[in-house]
């Protein structure tokens, strides 16, 4: 089966979001949308997300279901405002406990913040599968960036997050708390035992040096053949070696604490205070 695929990119953050839906039929899923965010002023906005609602009404799709690939630390989740407007299921991979434990701590929240994955409507694991209406899709954990992370794979199409990236820029960090560059590895090679003209579409793109345009839609093939970083069956110690020395020199995502605040909640802001205020916090040298 072949799911039609439109996809949303967000220059801010560099993020694409995907609306997958039936060939036949009218259901879809949303796969890791944004909710826009000044950091200087503290102001969210839903003109992304807004896009992605209006364009679905369009269509006439019902949607059942709205998907993170992991718990994203560059932008912070629509979801919750996309349910409220077009309905469906809140989904995220069943390690999301590992990742509100490690980051319950860093933030310090109380007894108050549940850390069982509670906040999201179906916790999925390794092999599950779920409908988009007669439409099948099937869940890969595919650790490495985080403890969480997943791909989905619908019909002839894997949304794989921040596993992987266009072939000419390569693999995703594997530096934060939980992540692994030989569990990535693993991960990685899994995708790319899937058939050859499987489409990949990727959570994130940056114009590698030399192309001028955006893109997110490459081939297990083409990755096989050409990702700088993993491609023409690199070994696992080459790999990592590359992947560990790259990312000692990368800086932490403008929007890490902020986001991960919002997005291990499912999307939702903190509790507000007795007057209704909403606050987020800053933890000094913890990251």
Known sequence: MQPKVKAFFDEATNTVS?????????????????????????RTDTSSADEIANWVRAQGLQCVWILESHVHADHLSAAPYLQEQLGG???IGEQITVIQETFGKVFNEGTAFQRDGSQFDAL????????????????????????????????????????????????ARC?????????????????????????????????????????????VGEQKALNVHIGQGKSIEEFTSMRDARDATLGMPRLILPSLQVNMRAGQMPEPDAKGDVFLKLPVNKL
């Open 175 to 219: 530096d934060f708390p939980g992540g692994s560059s030989s569990d990535l590895y693993q991960s990685i090679q899994r995708i790319l035992t899937l058939p050859n003209e499987t489409r990949i579409y990727v959570g994130h793109d940056y114009k590698a040096p030399g192309r001028n345009d955006y893109a997110w839609e490459t081939t």
């Open 124 to 171: 999925f694991k390794d092999g599950d599968s779920f409908m988009i209406g007669q439409m099948q899709g099937k869940v890969l954990h595919t650790p490495g960036h985080t403890p969480a992370c997943l791909t989905y794979v619908i019909g002839d199409a894997a949304f794989v997050g921040d596993t992987l990236f266009m072939p000419d820029f390569g693999t």
């Open 18 to 42: 995907y609306v997958v839906s039936e060939p036949e039929g009218g259901n879809c899923a949303i796969i890791d949308s944004v909710l826009d965010f000044d950091h200087a002023s503290g």
């Open 89 to 91: 299921k809140i989904g």
